[in-house]
């Protein structure tokens, strides 16, 4: 639509990418050659393939040769390809947020993967590449796995709520397992796959994103998008509706499943460039494909068949290099110089190469550098003083285990400055374990790329200095710079009765942004006034902008009902105009209870939870809500209360009916048996006010028993969070959470 190429037209700061010679040592001169004089190019479409456990060998363009991957051989010939590009984990959850994010596993919000204690999420603190380049008017989705929980809409980890306008495929980590699951996550709906229900195998969910992946293409043709497609091969299980050309190989049945989910995806992003050459889009648009950690050796398959990491050592969980060294390929005929590169280049690199290429302004807390003076052919991209990973991972597997020296479940780190590369582990599962105490390895990679040599006995002095980066790189909470609108609803809506909505719009970018508005929209006959100014002249680089509206349901609305509220920030920048959405959602209260109830009892206005459903009478951290056994504390079973996991927020409408709050929370039985490490902290609000903050809840401590005043007060929230930064085994149960009314 020309609206968008409109609204885009004053990107020019991305779209005269400089010539220069190419960035591999010996390499020719073949730069992107500048748009004509007086014409301004538009942004490049982006189209970004994340393979699952993809490694660095298994492309023919960097040595495999079982498997035949022609169309990205092909892409590579044609476009950059990077022989020292990173994952940022070694493990699929922590380096896809790291890709999405930009920040490395030292600050970034999800740092291991899914454990029996629950599935990571993404906050509102985190900031999208999405929602950057949606900020400069382009289309986004993310058709595939997505990875992080909890599974359900409306709430701040969902692919909405973090920037992608369409969604299509898995929510979770473990559902992004089944090849052929009952159902798929369209947007905030599931929508079921009758042909798979009861385990049949019928409909091959990769066909289906690969559907849907070209579709948008189609529907978005004339307009610039960010298409991210994450597909879920060659993940474990080695499952394919036909192994094609292995079939007859003398290979294992899960080896010959995995070559095939190879050429899966050699050939979707083949039919990706065909769809784009076809909508005449190939000159404007740039593809990068890549992985998101090292090869896996799950379910039978054999990594080593294969040469799946190259010359390198390790496979996925490893922080040597075939852990996370991974195949990054970029094309864009006219866009993209061709040739190599061995810029040591990490995947929260994305973040701020897709800001630039679309003129749009980052945050500038993030841990990645702009690559898009390298895809053009310039030598002046901006490299790293040193690359960083984290891991902490319960997963097992023999080949990792034995190439960590049976370290694999250790806490470990590493760090890569020029050529030295350092790895160390933990004995004990204690980040803040004294550096003595960690087991130090040392590597030069220009000698010994295979990371068979630990020199560290003869470089005490280097491997000092590279373990000063591991701790200079860690933070166990890493505070953001506010980025663009936030929304904060006071609810809940009562109609007749108003409440406070609050945005504001934050510039975390370098530089200034001028004519800045907020503006609330609402439902349609909704009252809406305005408490303050929403404007602002210039907003200067960590500047704010807030603005608050007394908005009031009309009389009849509809009772426990869910409205959802949008506050559009807008502002000019140097490159152009920019919007950034943001939606907050408020529940039309049920009515107040008119007798003592106990909360499990009772509806509750909205309930957000870190892992699975609230659980009515039940503690199980897996079952849907009230088909669990009933809570226990100490083997004391208590027939009424409330299954949570950390971080977790649960509203009730009291509206100052009643008079007393009584509960018991804490630790419960079922989590305590998993494991003693977890630990939360219990607060209880009225009407936003702090009426308690428990102790530190563990297994070992027991519950603490509340009893409160609750007179007066309209909504009741029940709040767990984590207490140790590991939000593993933190189940935590409300017991007999009961009410008295006046």
């Known amino acids: 639509m020309s609206s968008r190429r409109t609204f885009l037209a004053g990107s020019t700061a991305a779209l005269g990418l400089t010539t220069a010679t190419a960035a591999g040592p010996g390499q020719a001169a073949a730069a992107v050659?500048?748009?004509a004089a007086g014409q301004v190019r538009r942004p490049p479409n982006v189209v970004v393939v994340l393979a699952d456990d993809l490694g660095y060998g298994e492309l023919g363009s960097y040595g495999q040769r079982l498997i035949g991957t022609p169309r990205l051989d092909r892409l590579a010939a044609e476009g950059l390809r990077f022989t020292d590009a990173y994952s940022t984990a070694a493990v699929c959850a922590p380096s896809r947020c790291s890709l999405l994010?930009?920040?490395h596993t030292g600050h970034s919000t999800v740092r291991a993967n899914p454990s029996a204690g629950g599935q990571g999420s993404l906050t509102a603190t985190d900031t999208t590449f999405a929602q950057v380049l949606r900020a400069r008017g382009y289309r986004t989705a993310v058709i595939g796995k997505w990875g992080f929980g909890p599974e359900a809409a409306g709430q701040d980890s969902h692919p909405a709520a973090r920037g992608f306008e369409e969604f299509y495929g898995y929510i979770t980590h473990g559902h992004a397992h089944e090849y052929y699951p009952e159902y798929l996550w369209h947007n905030d709906t599931k929508e079921p796959i009758p042909a798979n229900a009861g385990g049949a195998k019928a409909v091959y969910a990769p066909d289906l994103l690969e559907r849907h992946a070209l579709e948008f293409i189609d529907g978005h043709a004339d307009e610039p998008f960010l298409l991210?497609?994450?597909?879920?091969?060659?993940?474990?299980p080695s499952d394919v509706p036909d192994t094609g050309a292995y079939a007859d190989r003398p290979w294992s049945a899960a080896d010959k499943g995995h070559a095939a989910q190879v050429g899966f995806f050699d050939a979707l992003v083949g039919k990706v460039v065909d769809r784009l050459r076809a909508r005449?889009?190939?000159?404007?648009?740039i593809v990068l494909v890549t992985s998101d950690n090292g090869p896996h050796e799950e379910g039978g398959v054999n990594p080593d068949l294969f040469d799946a990491n190259g010359p390198l050592r390790g496979y996925k969980r490893n922080l040597y290099e075939g852990g996370v060294r991974i195949p990054l390929?970029?094309?864009?005929?006219?866009?993209?110089?061709p040739g190599t590169s061995d810029r040591p280049t990490p995947l929260t690199d994305l973040l701020p190469t897709l800001a630039e290429l679309a003129g749009a302004p980052a945050p500038t807390d993030v841990d990645g550098l702009s690559a898009a003076p390298l895809l053009a052919g310039s030598a002046d991209s901006a490299r790293h003083g040193h690359l960083y990973w984290f891991r902490d991972e319960w997963g097992v597997t023999a080949r990792a285990d034995a190439q960590d020296g049976k370290r694999a479940t250790w806490l470990a780190e590493a760090v890569r400055r020029d050529n030295w590369k350092a790895v160390r582990f933990a004995p004990q599962r204690d980040h803040a374990l004294p550096d003595d105490k960690w087991q130090v390895e040392l590597y030069d990679l220009a000698a010994d790329p295979g990371e068979t040599r630990n020199v560290r006995d003869k470089n005490a002095a280097k491997a000092g200095e590279l373990v000063a980066l591991m701790r200079s790189s860690w933070q166990d909470v890493y505070p953001r710079k506010p980025f663009g609108t936030r929304l904060a609803l006071t609810g809940p809506a009562v109609p007749g009765q108003a409440f406070t909505a609050t945005a504001t719009l934050d510039n975390g970018s370098a530089r200034p942004w001028t004519d800045a508005a907020l503006v609330l929209r609402a439902p349609a006959g909704w009252s809406v006034a305005p408490a303050n100014p929403a404007t602002a002249d210039q907003l200067a680089p960590g500047g704010r902008l807030t603005a608050s509206w007394q908005v009031t349901p009309p009389?009849?609305?509809a009772a426990a009902t869910t409205w959802t509220l949008t506050a559009d920030g807008t502002a000019d920048a140097p490159a152009g105009p920019l919007h950034f959405p943001a939606t907050g959602t408020v529940t039309t209260a049920p009515a107040p209870p008119v007798r003592d109830s106990y909360l499990s009892d009772l509806p509750w206005i909205s309930a957000s939870n870190g892992w699975g459903p609230v659980e009515r009478d039940a503690s199980n951290g897996k079952n849907a809500a009230g088909d669990g056994p009933p809570i226990a504390f100490g083997g004391t079973t208590y027939p009424k209360g409330l299954g949570v996991h950390a971080p977790s927020d649960i509203s009730y409408h009291?509206?100052?009916?009643?008079?007393?709050?009584?509960?018991?929370?804490?630790?419960?039985d079922f989590s305590a048996k998993q494991s003693s490490l977890g630990a939360t902290r219990a607060k209880v609000y009225g009407d936003g006010r702090l009426l308690l903050t428990t102790p530190t809840?563990?297994?070992a401590t027991g519950p603490v028993r509340l009893d409160l005043d609750v007179r007066g007060v309209r909504v009741l929230r029940l709040v767990v969070e984590d207490a140790n930064d590991r939000t593993s085994f933190d189940h935590t149960s409300w017991a007999l959470a009961h009410v008295t009314v006046a």
């Open 654 to 668: 009291l509206g100052g009916a009643a008079r007393r709050f009584t509960s018991l929370v804490g630790i419960d």
């Open 101 to 103: 994010t930009g920040l």
């Open 228 to 236: 991210l497609l994450t597909p879920n091969v060659p993940h474990a």
């Open 329 to 337: 390929v970029a094309w864009g005929p006219g866009r993209v110089r």
């Open 280 to 285: 005449g889009l190939e000159q404007d648009t």
């Open 555 to 557: 009389p009849g609305t």
């Open 33 to 35: 050659a500048p748009p």
């Open 697 to 699: 809840l563990t297994a």
